[in-house]
């Protein structure tokens, strides 16, 4: 409550504004605080403009003295230059917590002229200044600064001068030294704890009738391991009707400030916020509905209170460490009844204190785990409250001792709680007369106490139902009333610095140049061996032009007229006499002397020789050496300028970066990895600064297990471009799985620092951290990596919705209810441990158990198999890190080379709806084929709330299972993914593919008919086409064959569709559209011997012998593996009497 300025007599100096009764004194050690109070500004009072004043300084309920009585001047402004001190004394008296939270008071107060027969002076107190004392914990020993002096109600300084400016005081505040060492500055921390309110309470709160304290509290570290309560008290019940403004100013916990706008800390806000960026409970999207309701329409208690706590270094430690260990802290709410006593009736006090008890005692569990993520500094969020229960609070907090009903009598008694948190006057405390009475044995409402009960060990995770020996919801009627309110409480945790420092990116991106040092930019040199050489070059062009134009100068007509019929013996003669020309003139020593500059360069640059030599057999060598290598040049520039007419220009074909993708694919599926490989590298032959051809061809090392060279294909991508995001991430891959996990660390860090928005940056950091055993920075990953992809998932629904209007209200909810988060951190779902053997082989096998047992149970039903708990606040909390342990490093099957003729790794099978972090990461891993990352992931995704066995997951599983060529356990989840999406051309695709390997060719051509009949294409239509065609060839159905290959060639024309379409033709005897085919497919790859078998019919059956034996002699040469076909190939040529030399 705010006491309006009273007229009265001036109290003594030893009185204060708040209560000193029980204070303890202050200890005579310690160090001097001084408070200098110099000037005010722009003051008036009740009398007149130049009023009379005086400063009274208090400090912790103490009053620190009264300045001067000072005359305010006409221009508003007073000199007091008063001093006030008090002294620290770490060991008792006034500590850091009381400088963290309790500020200086300066009253100032106007003194009345005394009237006639009045023997002391009267008073009026104008206003009240508040000084926070924070500075002196951040190591400052001094400062200065002009706080405003707010006016109590029917002050005069409520109307502002004419120069509309608020009246201040300037203040300094000086302490001979530091008052905090430096290791208590880096090693301590500040805590601030912000209870803003609590909405949706129950309808029983009324705000007429007997008058209630509503109490809300908590217990912190604060010396060692010590605790400290911060308590919030007086919360005001208000009605609905409309939110809560934002931004509204955070007050002081401490009652009876004279001036309201004194309440207020300076610079401390609400500010609010959208629910999904909240920490707490109740932030998911649809929990929005309710949200609003309880802000804007029901009934509130709000507090908005700001109480700060200083911890040092050992108190730090054990903050944390009960973090880690608790996980869940325990925030206590309840009512107080104020009981008046009425006058003359004192001898019932005791009476009321015995019959005073809490009520509505419920508790709130906050998750505290969020402030031990690398550089969390601040957790806010809404928190349910539930009916407060001994043995459920000790089983999910390790609470023993309730705050209130235990511990907060002995504080108040001793009076140390209400200067701290909520400063309550003599008449105040002595109404919460409750909080006086030390606690029975039994419970205040006569039931046994909680201690006596046996608390449960455990506690079933699945089931609301109470174990035995667990205090039923009825032990806590008035609680109960929260939960079925649906009562919840905003609060805000704040630190001055995070407990876990985060590394910054400049850290980060310094360690990884060097761990792969940037590749250095390729310098523009004016010089060098290759510019020397160039140099000579131009020369012998010039010479060779000059002495070309001195001959057709002497020889010209000659030549003209003999043409072709000049014999060597006239060459020689004009030979002999172009020389002696050239010497007699001249000019063959000025040729000389223009190619000696040349030479010289060669010789420096390019053969290094600037010094000289030491033996004439040296200078001999060399000489020798150089005159080699000068010819050979000469022979070069002059090839160059005169190019040799009989020599004819071969067309070339030339090949795209994206075709050479495709053939490299193409090789890989059919096993031929030699091929494959090379035209990886002639793609990074002919880009070699192109990143993206680097992570193709260490894709394609890790689809054939060469981790070694796929590791240093990624590091070297990355040292073109270090920002580059998936760079990092398959060199954090490749790190894990080659075990240096130390660099794996930094390489997903500092991704997720270069793209804080990428999904699958975070999972696969979650992931690192579960190898680990890094509970809580996995679920901070994880928690992280589900925000992102929620709110990606919102923005998409949002420009859906603006494009295409207003949508249903019911369908959007679905889709709002299908957004959930990946529910570690929130505590949303119950998880499975599985403890897993190294090897993929034991990881899928421990998949592949799970799934047989759960598809007993699905064989009705098409929905997926794996249910979701809700998380029950009656049920403990576990750690997270409950899935698989191992990662395989070496795989114990055959390598991929024996069976990887599958679809493209790189198969996307589309990102539904309800998509998760996972299955991001799975696509992400699939696409670069590391698929020995793949399984640990898939186990997270069976686990994970909104996945589960789905049809994707099932995709993924009989993809892994046909690398191993097992078949059998393909077919079986391919029939589950089927049973689940029954129109998904992906499922029909990858059953052909699986028919296909398998050797069941009218399966495979079946499930390929559907897949192409579909209106929307699989993900991977390229090989659909290739074996379906290939299928029609060998059942002699050339009409389908043709035209499926022609659809081929039209998508993604390659030398395998144009063989197919080739082969087609010439079975239809349409042997010029068979050649065409047939030479395409030649040039885009020559080293196909079936292809020179089919050119060799087509050339046997047109009669063209001259090529028949040329494609004869490079299919031979090429070693055509195909019996059949050879033996064709041998009854044509007989049959036509050629096409083979050796016959």
Known sequence: MHLNPTLGKRPKKTEGLFPVGDMEQVPSAGRLVQITVTEGYDLKGFKGDTPVTFIRAEFNQVVLGDSAKITVSPEGSAKYNFTSSFEFNPEGGITSDDLAHKPVFLTVTEVLPKEKKQ??????????????????????????????????????????????????????????????????????????????????????????????????????????????????????????????????????????????????????????????????????????????????????????????????????????????????????????????????????????????????????????????????????????????????????????????????????????????????????????????????????????????????????????????????????????????????????????????????????????????????????????????????????????????????????????????????????????????????????????????????????????????????????????????????????????????????????????????????????????FEMAAAYYKERLVREPQNLDHWLDYGAFCLLTEDNIKAQECFQKALSLNQSHIHSLLLCGVLAVLLENYEQAEIFFEDATCLEPTNVVAWTLLGLYYEIQNNDIRMEMAFHEASKQLQARMLQAQVTKQKSTGVEDTEERGKRESSLGPWGITNGSATAIKVEAPAGPGAALSILDKFLEESSKLQSDSQEPILTTQTWDPSISQKPSNTFIKEIPTKKEASKCQDSSALLHPGLHYGVSQTTTIFMETIHFLMKVKAVQYVHRVLAHELLCPQGGPSCEYYLVLAQTHILKKNFAKAEEYLQQAAQMDYLNPNVWGLKGHLYFLSGNHSEAKACYERTISFVVDASEMHFIFLRLGLIYLEEKEYEKAKKTYMQACKRSPSCLTWLGLGIACYRLEELTEAEDALSEANALNNYNAEVWAYLALVCLKVGRQLEAEQAYKYMIKLKLKDEALLAEIHTLQETVGFGNPSF
């Open 119 to 672: 023997k002391e002076e009267k008073t009026l107190i104008l206003g009240q200044a508040v000084v926070d004392l924070l500075p002196l914990l951040e190591g400052q020993s001094s400062f200065q600064t002009t706080v405003p002096l707010h006016p109590v109600q029917g002050s005069p300084l409520e109307t502002p001068r004419s120069s509309a400016k608020q009246c201040s005081l300037e203040v300094k505040v000086l302490v001979a030294e530091p008052l905090l060492t430096t290791a208590q500055i880096s090693g301590g921390n500040l805590l601030k704890v912000t209870l803003e309110a609590a909405y949706s309470v129950p309808e029983s709160f009324i705000p007429t009738g007997p008058g209630q304290n509503y109490m809300v509290g908590l217990q912190v570290p604060s010396l060692g391991e010590k605790d400290y309560p911060i308590l919030f008290k007086n919360g005001t019940l208000k009605l609905g009707g409309e939110r809560e403004p934002v931004p509204r100013p955070k007050k002081w916990p401490i009652a009876n400030i004279l001036a309201p706008g004194a309440n207020n800390i300076p610079d401390a806000f609400i500010v609010g916020g959208p629910y999904e960026e909240e920490e707490g409970e109740l932030n998911h999207p649809e929990d929005s509905e309710f949200r609003n309701q309880a802000e804007c329409i029901k009934k509130r208690i709000i507090w908005d209170l700001e109480s700060r706590c200083y911890l040092d270094p050992s108190a730090v430690v054990s903050f944390q460490k009960r973090i880690a260990d608790c996980r869940l802290w325990p925030v206590e709410i309840t009512r107080v009844p104020l009981v008046t006593i009425p006058k003359g009736k004192a001898g019932k006090t005791e009476k009321t204190d015995e019959e005073a008890q809490l009520s509505f005692h419920g508790v709130a569990y906050v998750n505290m785990v969020p402030l031990l993520y690398p550089g969390v500094k601040r957790i806010r969020g809404a928190f349910h409250v539930y009916p407060y229960l001994d043995s459920v609070v000790h089983e999910k907090t390790k609470c023993l001792l309730s705050l209130f009903r235990d511990i907060g009598h002995h504080l108040i008694h001793n009076n140390k709680i209400g200067g701290i948190n909520s400063l309550l006057s003599k008449q105040a405390v002595s109404k919460n007369l409750k909080e006086d009475k030390p606690v029975k044995e039994k419970d205040i409402d006569g039931r046994p106490r909680p201690g006596d009960v046996q608390a449960p060990s455990i506690k079933s995770q699945s089931s609301d139902t109470p174990l035995e020996g667990e205090p039923p919801l009825s032990h806590n009627p008035e609680g109960q009333q929260y939960v079925e309110a649906g009562t919840y409480i905003v609060l805000e945790i704040q630190l001055d610095k995070a407990l876990v420092p985060k590394r910054m990116p400049e850290e980060l991106a310094r360690r990884v140049k060097e761990m792969i040092p940037p590749r250095p930019p390729l310098t523009r040199r004016t010089g060098g061996a290759q510019k020397a050489v160039s140099d000579y070059h131009i020369q012998i062009k010039n010479i060779s032009r000059a002495i070309l134009d001195e001959y057709y100068r002497m020889f010209g007509k000659q030549v003209a007229k003999l043409e072709s019929d000049m014999d060597s013996e006239t060459l020689e003669e004009q030979k002999c006499q172009l020389s002696y020309e050239l010497n007699c003139s001249g000019k063959y020593f000025a040729f000389k002397e223009q190619l000696k500059h040349a030479v010289v360069k060669i010789v420096r640059d390019k053969y290094l020789k600037t010094t000289s030599f030491e033996s004439q057999e040296e200078l001999q060598t060399f000489i020798s050496e150089l005159y080699v290598f000068l010819v050979d040049q000469m022979h070069v520039a002059l090839n160059q300028t005169m190019p040799d007419d009989v020599q004819g220009t071969v067309a070339t074909i030339y090949t795209s970066s994206e075709q050479l993708q495709l053939f490299a694919f193409e090789a890989e599926v059919n096993e031929n």
